[in-house]
């Protein structure tokens, strides 16, 4: 793969690195759009993390998987285009006590309509927490990834999981 | 077995399960429960993403089923991507709903086909889309057709989305044209598909038009607003346009095309007022400018006013023309310049007047071109000639300023030290309010002109026009009397006076005669004008040499004394009091034959020197370097330097011909040892000695004076050492020899003299008084050696060599030499000093290296790595950071880490702070020095990004600060 430092024009692209963007686009389109919950800038985000991606490819380490790798630029992006709209969010109450009982799903029946009602709590929460959701639940990526994703420890990402399913339980049985 | 309710969450949700172990039914059925909680997590994750609400454009609706329809064509479970399989069909593209795919249509242009599209590829440069969405990448030119519209573009990145009703474009990187419009990056359009071709309308070109800052920009557009409205009959736009085309078309003075704007503007008129202006007013432009009109309106008045004896409403009527014309702006100049050409003489004056208040920098520009090429240049020059007066006025007070500020400069606690002096807050206080009212008076004196005036341009205009023959005198003179107004003028410029003041015509002459320039040839041209033919000119020349000042005019002004005319007479006997000033002017002649103006000359340099502290500009250098450090502009300050040290030679150049042209010799030596002692930096001796160094052919007698052949006092065997040092390197023996005389003052002048000829060999001579001498030789012996190393770079690759400079002055002063020269064979040994003991000489270093710049970064990164000691890393990676070499950026994060010493550590932090590049990946390694093991490094990473975000950061939240700033 050519890296000149030039306009990156995906046309110039190695058929590597297209394939590399077409296994992971939609990935990176689903986390961005489960945080901006816009197409258009989900997109974006898309375009501009596999831009990113492309510029600096001579900066990844080949012995560590390229997901991971584009989904902390991804992650950069998204935290940095929800800064700007950060002042919309209401931050989650930091006093919320920690519930230790699990959510009570005992009617099968009513789990769409209780997912439809976390969803709404996890729109409230930060969206580093959105995300740390995301990628546990709808990425099935394992902590140590996630720590990777998010520059931080492993040990330090179970904690906040951890401590986020607290805060939802809590939130989810004070919202009766 | 139990297990408490943490490891069950970690069981059900984590990474680690716990299924080998048997659990005990409280457990089994904790767990149960959170394995239900879990599935009510998963389908939250099946759910497919909403967006949060429909946007307000219809095409945002449309995207956003797009996009959820691609999500539900992918399950959760398996890969989602369907990768591109685009069915291709006689050059056709399709997706179907579940797939997207690229495709390359030539080496440089990809598409990405989005869910359900249709791209017919036509040629390399041409593609036609059907439906559906797609991602273009490309390069050069190419086209996209759809059924709304056509896409046109250069190289760049868009997208294009088709829906039945038309086609949207968002442009991501690049420029594209859509029909009429172009769009840039973030901008989008959608086009309906039975729209007319997108054309703008006249109205907003015209909105477009006025919008515009440039006045070309702003024709551009009315024209383009004219011309649609045209074609659309639309004649209120015709009129508005067409009105607005021809007003900005008389203010770039096109009156053609003015007209016929304005004509466009008349056919359409219906009103018959509004016709017979705009004829008049087209009629008005074929001959003159609307300022003009103004003029000529004022020049009735006041004749009417005249005739009916109301003088007093003069002025008022002349405030309210100058008001109506002056409310037109600075481009109302153009006007002023232009009526210069028509208008009589008073007229004329008062243009010249009232253009200093509205001129700026391209109406300057214009008066030169108009001087240089046009007929009645005469206003122009008038006009150049009050604006530079005024300019010139302006420029005095910033100088006023500039000192004031570079005053202010040392009034603080840690400078006033520095300095031995003592500073009061009040004093600074003061300085603060007067650099204020100076800056203000001076902008208010510019008005529309910037604070640096392109004057070479200017003189080069004049200097034209000054040695064009072809052109009348009275031009020629009126150019010579701007140069009159000019304080600095080259040399080119003196060669033009010079040819002037042998011009046939005496108004030339006279005018010539008017330029008091210090500079030895002018003031002999000038002694020869002063037995002018024309009366005029001998009185101009006669005050000139008065301004000059010059001790050889005095001859000739006593001449003129007798001159026939009185005006001369009374010219010459003021300027010889202005030059022989503590003389009485009536005892001049007695006077001139006893001495011939030797005392008058020394003192005169006495007075110059005195101004300026030093004598040889490396003393200027080393002053000038200690206080730099507390420079608030350091950039500015070694421009203000460079040009006073310019200003300060070609002074220095013209006393010294003075001297060399009338003192005699003898006299001359006489004054080596006159009054030096009060002369603590000998200047003066110095001076006197450069002076004879030129002027004497022999000097053996000079020489055994040196060796002391014949008694005499330390004082002139000192300036005889001088002399011999301003001449050639013959007496290099006869100098080193002086080193080793008994008289410290001897040796510290042998120092000076060996340095000044600058003899590698002479280095090893000097080294022993570096090391054991009194204090005042040995930073003699230590500048010289410097001035040699300068000179000869080699002398310090020798370390043993350079290890012998002991005292602090020495190595500043060997710095500051190093750095003046700035040869890259020094960096070893700057480096090295770059962690020296004494803040003053890390400082000189730092300037060196700084000074040296150039692949200085190259060599210091190379020595880093091969640097055995950690103190010559440190010294390496602070010359990184002096040097501010940007390309070390990445080797240096990585070795913030990598490096074992923290004080190396700290230096890389300061260095990244120093160079200066806001990059992330920069922020990123200073704020994991921030964790450092050792506060050194940590507090150096504080102050690094300090420095890059230009702020003082708490430093408990600095990483809070750092991540919400903007990092490239």
């Not at chain 2, 002055?809 to 750095?819: R, T």
């Amino acid at each position: 793969m050519s890296m000149s430092k030039e306009k990156p024009w995906l046309g110039h692209v190695s058929e590597a690195f297209s394939q590399l963007i077409l296994a992971h686009y939609a990935g990176v389109y689903r986390m961005g759009l489960s945080i901006l919950r816009n197409a258009h800038d989900a997109e974006e985000v898309c375009q501009e993390a596999f831009l990113k991606a492309y510029e600096h490819y001579d900066t990844y380490d080949a012995s560590r998987p390229f997901k991971t790798w584009v989904y902390t630029i991804a992650y950069r992006l998204i935290l940095n285009r929800m800064r700007d709209k950060r002042s919309e969010r209401k931050a989650l109450t930091e006093t919320a006590p920690r519930a230790a009982s699990p959510i009570d799903v005992s009617d099968r029946a009513e789990l769409s309509e209780m997912a439809e009602k976390l969803d709404g709590l996890i729109r409230e929460l930060p969206p580093e927490d959105q995300l740390l959701l995301h990628y546990r639940f709808r990425d099935d990526l394992k902590f140590g990834d996630i720590a990777e994703i998010t520059r931080s420890t492993e040990a330090a990402v179970r904690v906040r999981f951890f401590r986020l399913l607290g805060r939802i339980r809590s939130d989810f049985q004070g919202a009766g | 077995m139990h297990l408490n309710f943490d490891e069950l969450q970690e069981h059900v949700y984590g990474d680690r399960r716990f299924d080998h172990v048997e659990l005990c039914s409280e457990c089994r059925a904790k767990v149960s429960r959170l394995e239900r909680e879990r599935e009510l997590f998963d389908a939250w994750g099946r759910n497919e993403i909403r967006p949060a609400r429909p946007r307000r454009r219809l095409w945002y609706v449309a995207a956003a089923v797009a996009a959820a329809a691609i999500l539900l064509a992918w399950p959760r479970a398996q890969s989602p991507v369907v990768t591109g399989e685009v069915t291709v069909r006689d050059k056709r593209m399709t997706t179907s709903p579940a797939q997207q795919g690229l495709v390359r249509i030539s080496p440089k242009s990809t598409v990405t086909l989005r869910p359900d599209s249709e791209v017919l590829v036509e040629t390399e440069q041409r593609v036609q889309m059907t439906r559906g969405r797609a991602l273009f990448h490309v390069s050069g030119p190419f086209e996209v057709r759809t059924a709304a519209a056509i896409v046109r573009v250069l190289g760049t990145i868009f997208d294009v989305a088709v829906d039945p009703k038309g086609t949207r474009v968002h442009v991501i990187e690049g420029r594209v044209q859509v029909g009429e419009f172009e769009i840039g990056p973030g901008e989008e359009l959608y086009v309906h598909v039975n729209a007319e071709p997108p054309q703008d309308s006249a109205e907003n070109l015209y909105r477009k038009a006025v919008d515009q800052k440039n006045l070309d920009d702003q024709i551009r557009w009315y024209a383009r607003a004219l011309e649609r409205a045209q074609a659309k009959q639309d004649v209120e736009y015709i009129i508005r346009a067409g009105f607005q085309l021809g007003r900005c078309y008389e203010l770039k003075l096109q009156e053609t095309e003015a007209m016929n704007a304005y004509a466009v503007v008349a056919a359409q008129k219906a009103d018959k007022d509004d016709l017979k202006w705009l004829v008049n007013r087209a009629d008005e432009l074929g001959k003159r400018r609307g300022v003009q009109m103004h003029l000529d309106q004022f020049a009735r008045t006041v004749r009417d006013l005249r005739a009916t004896e109301q003088m007093r409403r003069v002025p008022e009527e002349e405030e309210k023309t100058w008001a109506s014309i002056a409310s037109k702006g600075p481009r109302a100049c153009y006007g002023l310049i232009q009526a210069l050409d028509a208008s009589e003489v008073q007229v004329k004056t008062l243009i010249a007047n009232r253009l200093k208040t509205l001129i700026d920098a391209p109406g300057i520009a214009t008066l030169i071109e108009k001087l240089a090429s046009k007929p009645h240049r005469d206003g122009a020059s008038t006009a150049l000639r009050e604006i530079l007066l005024q300019f010139n006025r302006a420029r005095e007070l910033d100088a006023a300023a500039d000192q004031a500020e570079w005053e202010l400069s040392f009034i603080g606690p840690g400078v006033s030290e520095e300095f031995g002096e003592k500073v009061d807050e009040r004093r600074g206080d003061l300085h603060r309010e007067t650099v204020e009212a100076l800056r203000r008076k001076a902008d208010a004196m510019r008005y529309n002109l910037p604070r640096s005036l392109a004057v070479p341009d200017i003189l080069e205009a004049l200097r034209k026009v000054i040695l064009d023959p072809t052109i009348d005198e009275t031009t020629r003179s009126e150019a010579l009397m701007v140069l009159t107004s000019l304080d600095s003028i080259g040399k080119a410029d003196v060669d033009a006076a010079l040819a002037a003041l042998d011009d046939p015509h005496p108004r030339v002459r006279q005018s010539a005669a008017g330029i008091a320039w210090p500079d030895h040839r002018l003031v002999a041209k000038l002694v020869e004008r002063v037995n002018d033919e024309a009366d005029l000119v001998r009185h101009q020349a006669v005050l000139s040499l008065g301004r000059i000042g010059s001790v050889g005019s005095i001859p000739a002004l006593i001449e003129a004394l007798d001159d026939p005319s009185h005006h001369v007479r009374k010219a010459a006997q003021a300027s010889l009091a202005k030059i022989v000033e503590p003389i009485n002017p009536a005892d001049v002649r007695a006077w001139w034959n006893e001495t011939r103006g030797a005392d008058l000359l020394v003192t005169r340099f006495d007075t110059l020197v005195r101004q300026w502290t030093h004598y040889h500009p490396n003393d200027l250098c080393v002053g000038f370097h200690r206080k730099l450090r507390f420079a608030r502009d350091p950039v500015k300050e070694q421009e203000r330097f460079e040009a006073a040290r310019a200003r300060f030679e070609s002074l220095k150049e013209f006393h010294k011909r003075e001297v060399i042209s009338n003192a005699p010799p003898d006299l001359l030596i006489r004054y080596l040892s006159g009054r030096l002692r009060e002369d603590p930096y000998w200047a003066l001796q110095l001076f006197v000695a450069e002076c004879l160094a030129e002027m004497l052919a022999d000097v053996s007698e000079i020489r055994d004076m040196v060796r002391g052949a014949r008694p005499q006092t330390t004082e002139v065997r000192a300036g005889c050492i001088y002399v011999l040092a301003f001449r050639n390197g013959d007496d290099r023996d006869v100098l080193e020899d002086a080193l080793l005389d008994g008289d410290a003052r001897i040796r510290a002048a042998a120092c000076f003299g060996l340095g000044r000829i600058g003899d590698p060999r002479s280095a090893a001579q000097l080294l022993p008084r570096v090391r054991v001498d009194r204090p005042e030789v040995r930073t003699a012996a230590a500048r010289a050696i410097g001035q040699i190393a300068a000179r000869h770079p080699t002398l310090f690759q020798d370390a043993e060599f350079v290890r012998e400079f002991a005292s602090a002055d020495a190595k500043e002063e060997v710095c500051f030499a190093l750095g003046e020269a700035g040869h890259p064979n020094s960096i070893s040994y700057l480096r090295r000093l770059r962690v020296d003991a004494d803040e003053r000489v890390r400082f000189a270093a730092a300037w060196a290296l700084a000074r040296i710049g150039g692949n200085a970064g190259d060599v210091l990164w190379d020595m880093y790595l091969r640097a055995e000691s950690y103190l010559d890393r440190e010294g390496a990676a602070l010359g990184i950071g002096d040097v501010k070499d940007s390309s070390k950026l990445v080797p240096l994060c990585d070795r913030l880490f990598r490096e074992p010493n923290p004080k190396v550590r700290a230096a890389i932090a300061e260095s990244l702070g120093k160079i200066g590049v806001r990059s992330i990946l920069v922020r990123d390694a200073l704020l994991a020095a921030l964790d450092d093991s050792t506060d050194m490094v940590r507090r150096a990473a504080w102050s690094a990004l300090n420095v890059l975000c230009e702020g003082k950061l708490p430093r408990a939240q600095v990483r809070e600060f750092v991540e919400n700033q903007r990092w490239d």
